[in-house]
């Protein structure tokens, strides 16, 4: 008994250092941006932030980030919930193919990835000018919406939709919701939309929010393949106005956290940590 | 009448079978298909341009490892030494903070605190890119807050140099950590310890002897995770350092966009391969690792 205080006296200033550490490691570069962009020499001001729905580019680079999001959201649910609903009904030889696929792009880092999707867009003129195909690659990087950056997006969200969704299914007993559905006569898509994701909300949700970080936060595959993007246009700001680009990252983590924090109380359990970019 | 029950006993089973394993596979298909194309086709233009070399003078291609040797070679030798080094470097660091951090707020009293934390954590971990970017230019930057009043210059301070990137990655590493690393914290069992102490173990015999040996598998499993991580990282460096840091990710980007020399787009995508590469090698010691700290959770 005597050993246990002693243990725990020993342990507590320790712990209150690292936590102070910590504390002051955390917040001091969020209150130093703060600080940086509502200071102008001598006075406070907010122009920063009140100049940024006037900025050029502005609006357009956030709806364009907001629509890949939207696109992407949708994109891979709907190519991930029917699949991963499906394998948990039966075919359990697919269940690894699919857990190895969606795992693989953390292997490949988001620049090896787009170095290998502009060589795949080159083949256009260089091979296919002649073909069809040549059309749809064209088609893809059209410059007000480049459908290739959903594209990329989505394989970059299989491995944390996957995670997502299967925690989500391993608390639901699918096989028999359905057979339930099934058999007060519901069809295979009633029972699908009717009885499985309404208990699935909570996983959707939270793959649906990390999708949504993950499109507005990404710089990689859009700045090197040449589209304007929320992130992209931050940098590009930066030279000119760097108090505006600080105000507009403040805000936009503002967001983020609001997001992953609404994330965090929806589904009522920590996000799972991901690769940062 | 009578022939008509069995057939309705019958019929409604046997398409409920037909249909169960007919969506199976059906709905698996598109998935499968989609990333054979998105994901597969660069992957294979990946592997092919990093082997192919193309003559300049008659444009003929050919097969060879050059690229390879000259991705692993002078400056690109260099850069990829330095990402190797950093994300080392900063991991380690991590791994250290992490597992104090988390241990402090694991064995705190105040469930509020450790609720907080991990929270934060989960945030923070997801916080990369740009804004950490331009969060730690507006503080420690060279027009920075806390630069000029602390005459950060004067004292040798650079945020645009090796250590300064360390300490902006440790950002987003050292939360990634606590992540990883709380759930082997909670599986300490609080009798392992008053066995220690039953049988006269100190606190740090317990440590050397009950604890780290446990956690062992699961810091190792972070820090190769951490070092992932840090290693593919791009955005945050790019907004912050340009090229002052000799860095694998901005070698490939200023390859793919000619920056330096035209006809270089083939040595990036072998750099890209030398990335693969080391994250593949990172997944393989990590997924065992993760495999067998398990066991302790359960």
């Not at chain 1, 955390?26 to 509502?38: D, E, K, M, T």
């Not at chain 1, 364009?64 to 039966?90: C, D, K, N």
């Not at chain 2, 066995?195 to 740090?204: I, K, L, P, V």
């Amino acid at each position: 008994m005597a050993r246990l205080t002693f243990s725990r006296t020993r342990v507590r200033p320790g712990r209150g250092l690292v936590l102070a550490a910590a504390a002051v490691y955390f917040l001091v570069p969020l209150a130093a941006s703060v600080v940086f962009s509502v200071d102008s020499g001598d006075h406070v001001t907010f122009g920063a932030y009140s100049q940024i729905l006037g900025t050029e580019g502005f609006t357009d680079s956030l709806l364009l980030s907001l629509e890949l999001a939207v696109t992407t959201i949708v994109l891979v649910l709907l190519l991930m919930v029917p699949a991963m609903v499906a394998l948990r009904l039966g075919a359990s030889k697919l269940r690894s193919v699919v857990a190895v696929v969606c795992s693989l792009p953390l292997v490949v880092p988001p620049i090896a990835f787009v170095a290998g999707i502009s060589t795949v867009l080159k083949w256009g003129p260089e091979y296919l000018s002649r073909t069809p195909l040549f059309q749809t690659i064209v088609a893809i990087q059209n410059e007000n919406y480049p459908f290739v950056l959903v594209l990329a997006y989505v394989v970059m969200a299989l491995p944390f939709v996957y995670q997502a969704l299967d925690a989500g299914l391993r608390a639901v007993d699918v096989r028999t919701l359905v057979e339930a559905a099934r058999s007060c006569g519901a069809s295979w898509p009633q029972a699908l939309v009717r009885a499985v994701l309404p208990n699935l909300r909570g996983a959707l949700l939270n793959a649906s929010f990390l999708t949504l970080a993950l499109v507005l936060g990404e710089f990689t595959v859009s700045h090197l393949l040449g589209y304007q993007p929320f992130a992209v246009w931050i940098v590009d700001i930066s030279g000119a106005q760097a108090q505006m680009s600080v105000a507009v990252s403040v805000l936009s983590l503002l967001v983020t956290w609001v997001l992953l924090l609404a994330l965090a109380a929806v589904g009522g359990r920590r996000t799972p940590s991901r690769t940062a970019p | 009448m009578t022939t008509a029950l069995p057939r309705v006993d019958v019929a409604p089973v046997a398409s409920a079978k037909r249909r169960r394993r007919a969506p199976g596979w059906l709905a698996v298909v598109p998935l499968l298909a989609f990333t054979a194309i998105t994901f597969g086709l660069p992957a294979l233009a990946m592997l092919n341009g990093a082997f192919t070399v193309k003559d300049q003078a008659t444009g003929a291609t050919s097969y060879s490892g050059e690229n390879l040797s000259s991705s692993l070679q002078g400056a690109y030798l260099t850069a990829l030494l330095g990402s190797v080094k950093l994300s080392a470097v900063s991991a380690a660091i991590a791994t250290l903070f992490g597992l104090l951090l988390a241990q402090a707020v694991v064995t705190s009293r105040f469930r509020f605190l450790r609720e907080a934390v991990l929270t934060a954590s989960g945030v923070l971990a997801n916080f990369g890119g740009v804004p950490l970017a331009f969060a730690f230019v507006a503080t420690l930057g060279n027009s920075g807050v806390l630069t000029g009043r602390l005459g950060l210059k004067d004292a040798g301070f650079d945020l645009y140099s090796f250590w300064g990137l360390t300490l902006v990655y440790l950002y987003f590493l050292v939360p990634l950590m606590v992540l990883t690393i709380t759930p082997a914290l909670e599986g300490l069992r609080a009798q392992w310890r008053e066995a220690a102490q039953n049988n006269g173990a100190t606190h740090g015999q317990y440590w050397r002897h009950v604890a780290l040996p446990v956690l062992t598998p699961s810091l190792l499993g972070g820090f190769v995770l951490l070092f992932g991580s840090a290693f593919a990282a791009y955005a945050t460096a790019a907004a912050m350092v340009g090229s002052t840091v000799p860095l694998v990710t901005l070698q490939i980007a200023d390859a793919l966009s000619g920056n330096v020399l035209v006809g270089q787009e083939n040595v990036a995508l072998a750099l890209s391969l030398d990335m693969v590469v080391v994250a593949g090698l990172v997944m393989a010691v990590y997924l065992p690792l993760q495999r067998r700290s398990s066991r302790w959770l359960a």
